[in-house]
Every structure is written in C-alpha cells, then in structure tokens.
C-alpha cells in the first residue's frame, strides 16, 4: 500500500533523510520512531506530498507521488505534527472546506461529517467557532478532517499530543478498527507505550537511516533483549539517545 523507493531529502549540506525504504501493506499499522532530528517529521511530510523528495520516490495505492500527486493525495489522510486551522470557521464549515478539496459529494458530506463528529464528541461543538476549541478539541478535529473522506492510507505525526486520557485511548481504538478494515496507518510518535500497544510493526529511524524495522519481538531480538520494554530496545539501537 505504502512502498518508499530510496527516499532521500538534502537541506543544503544536511542529510535529513538519507535512503530509505520500505513497504508498508494493506492494513498495517506501522509505527515510526527515532531520536529528536532523526528524520521522522521530514519523511512523513515527503511521504504526504507536502515537501518533495531530494531523490527517490513514494508510491501510494500503485500510485507515484511525483507522476500524479493529486491522486496520490486523495488516498491520504494527513495528521501532521503542528496542524493549521482556520480559526475564524466554525467545526462544520472547517470540515466542509476540507471535503471540497477531496471531491466530495454534499449527501456524503452530511452523512460522514455527522457520523466523525459525534464519534469525536464534537457534535455540540459543530456550529461554534474553531477559536473557542480547546487544544484538544481541535487536535480531534484534525483527525476528523484526515478521516473524513475514508482514505486509504493515514500518515500521523504525533497523533497523541494534546489529547486526555480518554481521547488516547479513543483515538487508538480507532487506527486498530480502521486498520482491521484495511486502512493502512503510518505514525510516527515519541510515545513508545503507544506504538508498543497500538503498532503491528515498528521502524526505527537514526540520524537519517532506518536501522530497524519489525515487530517489537523482533526488534528485541535485533537489540540483544530477552524482556524489556521498547525504550530500552530503542536506548539500546539508537545508543541510549532520547526520543524528542
């Protein structure tokens, strides 16, 4: 579903991401970890079409990233990091902005916006301005906007951040769900109890260069780790340097 080809990004003499690849199939949640400048942030924005690759390719649903990213993108929901929002719409309007870039039909719309934003515990909230949210509010109202058209593939950089205990577990009831339907998921995060509880696979990121990637067994083999959680697999591939 997800498959990386060689996938560099250079900023001037800085080598962000330095040849990576990987295949990420069909309902997968993959986690993507790393040290603080490791590269995570600058792939999943390649990976999203937002900044283009210095060489190589990403290729989503068979479909090239650099030949057609338009229709590349339709099969992505984004999640980024620090996600931008027009504060001056309302919840609803927010939304209805973001079905018009993807294409979608008014009845859908109406349907689909319903359905997220009670599931979200927005509903109340629809009509009011997206200044009044709290972080966390609109933290769910991203996700919201990056599920909304039932895309295919979602790419989340720090999906957790801002979110209470309740919305956590929330949103990692619904990547597991969305995931056992065949959406593919692909997350960066420095939550590693999370990617431990919520990932099917793990890739671990260094300086540039995946070093890692399995299930957290595997990684623990590759660390040399009968027992332990996966920050001390993680300490020990990255040589104890610290998540972000």
């Avoid at 294409?103 to 599931?119: H, P, T, V």
């Avoid at 009044?132 to 950089?157: E, F, N, T, W």
């Amino acid at each position: 579903m997800i498959e990386i080809r060689n996938l560099s990004k250079r900023f001037g003499e800085i080598v962000a991401v330095n040849r990576l690849n990987l295949f990420v199939p069909e309902g997968e949640v993959f986690g993507f970890i790393g040290p603080n400048g490791a590269g995570k942030t600058t792939t999943l924005r390649m990976m999203a079409g937002v900044i283009a690759p210095t060489e190589g390719s990403v290729i989503v649903d068979g479909i090239s990233m650099a030949e057609d990213p338009s229709s590349a993108k339709k099969r992505i929901g984004f999640i980024p990091d620090r996600p931008f929002l027009y504060e001056k719409l309302t919840g609803i309007e927010f939304l209805k902005f973001t079905a018009d870039l993807y294409g979608m039909e008014d009845g859908l719309f109406a349907e689909r916006s319903k359905k997220i934003l009670n599931q979200f515990s927005l509903s109340h909230w629809a009509d009011e301005l997206i200044e009044s949210y709290s972080h966390g509010m609109k933290q769910r109202l991203i996700i919201c906007a990056a599920i909304l058209h039932d895309p295919k593939v979602i790419i989340v950089d720090e999906p957790m951040v801002g979110l209470d205990p309740a919305g956590i577990r929330m949103v990692k009831g619904l990547f597991r769900n969305l995931a056992k339907k065949g959406t593919t998921i692909f997350m960066s995060t420095h939550t590693l109890a999370v990617a431990e509880d919520v990932c099917d696979r793990i890739g671990v990121i260094h300086k540039g260069r995946l070093i890692a990637t399995g299930t957290v067994e595997e990684l623990r083999v590759r660390a040399q780790v009968r027992e332990g959680d996966l920050e001390e697999v993680f300490m020990i591939l990255t040589e104890g340097e610290s998540v972000p």
